[in-house]
């Protein structure tokens, strides 16, 4: 069977960034204006009135100071607290959505750092926790814009997004269907997020990863990365949910319900999934015959400064330091499926052929998704 190699990452970072202090002040006159409105109400203990938040708050229980997202005017309007989709965003059938748009920057860039053609791309996945429609398929117009052969294709497996579409396509690589696959997750999930919500109001930021895989045989790039083991698993759980979707617009009350946005019980999304991972990586490790003393990095996926400590300290037995495990969280906040590439992309060029990591993401679902991976 032949070896797979990671030979190529990109990166697109939208230009709209806004800082925890930033969005605190939205948030903050919010909470005047709601508590001012349901005054009567809040007095007679029929509604708790809202509490204030701060940047302190934020970065204590996330780690994250600042994200980038597809729009901030429309999240900073009181009247308004949502993205607005950026002018021309639909796209045309000349021009790219803004999804696609940022999906082919990020392209470009892996491409790029290949050294590989587009035209010599056989298949696009594109796997993202959100799609900004769903047909015809996002990854079919990276296709046409990019000029890439084959087919294409759309995933949505919430934060595991970018694990999924990368197993997928080592998959179709391993099998002969393809030599050349791109995986391209262009995250909006600022898009489904209640800014109207202390607990989730902070957590989540837009951005675009691309990954080219290749048949080990044909990589001529300088940064190859041999995939030696890839995993995946899944629970059902509905404690990281958003009930949006096609029968939303049939709802009389959809646009009044909380749950057509991001919402999660995070108490126990802690509890749950963080052992299901720990044990997941251990087992992975152990059936490659390694243990994490074998492992130079782990690229986790970027939920929570304390979600992504609690695992690398559980595996490791003690306290990482920053270069075991890299997080992001604090420029670019939580970019779900995005996040531990976002980390790969930026944290391995100090590592040395035979350097081994795991890049393992997980999230509603639950789903987990990893790959093991080694510098050549």
Known sequence: MVDVVISGTGLYVPPHKITNEELVVAFNKHVDQFNAENKTEIDAGLVPAKQYSSAEFIEKASGIKSRHMVDVEGVMDLNRMMSKMPKGGHGTQDEPCFQAHMAIEAATMALTNAGVEAKDVDQVICSAAVLQRYFPAIGIEVQHHLGTSGSAMDMVMGCSSATYGLIAGVNAIKSGAANRILMVNPEIFSTVVNYRDRDSHFIFGDIAVAVLLERADLAKGNDLWKVTDTKSRTQFSSNIRSHYGPMTRLDDDSMFRKDMFFMQEGRKVFKELLPLVTNFISEQLESENLTVADINRMWLHQANINMNMYAAKKLLGR??????????????????????????????????????????????????????????
């Open 319 to 376: 306290e990482p330091d920053a270069k075991e495990a890299p997080t992001v969280l604090d420029e670019y906040g939580n970019t779900a499926g995005a996040g531990s590439i976002v980390a790969f992309h930026k944290h391995r060029s100090d590592l040395k052929p035979g350097n081994k990591g795991i890049i393992c993401s997980f999230g509603a679902g639950y789903s987990i998704g990893s790959l093991l991976v080694e510098k050549i």
